[in-house]
């Protein structure tokens, strides 16, 4: 990937506003909505971040793609990629972002 395709990914700071159980997903996740601001508004997106209770998730600021394109996974329309590192058991660490940061800016 160059410099410049990277630099075409729209990345956001998000808010997540509403966690739901997704029993039906093949590996165990979440459907998230996230809001990105009054541009973009209200995303969702099923994530597999089940190593972080509800209560943990759900007013955080994270790190989200939201150009990649619409997937639809089973039931859930995924509009958006929330951002994370994932280590050798799968487990994922959220990208975040300090609290106080506006939503919905673009990360550079």
């Known amino acids: 990937m160059t410099p410049a395709e990277f630099a075409r990914i729209d990345m956001r ?26 541009t973009i508004g209200v995303l969702t997106t099923s994530a597999q971040v089940t190593n972080y209770p509800r209560a943990e998730l759900l007013g955080r600021l994270v790190v989200v793609a939201v150009n990649l394109g619409v997937r639809q996974i089973g039931p859930v329309r995924s509009e958006c990629l ?5 280590d050798a058991g799968g487990a994922v660490t959220l990208l975040e972002v300090p609290d106080g940061t506006p939503v919905g800016i673009r990360i550079a």
Do not use: H, N, Q
């Open 13 to 38: 700071v998000g808010r997540i506003v509403e966690v739901l159980d997704f029993p039906t997903a093949r590996r165990p996740a979440w459907r998230l909505s996230i809001e990105l601001g009054t």
């Open 82 to 86: 929330v951002l994370g590192a994932v």
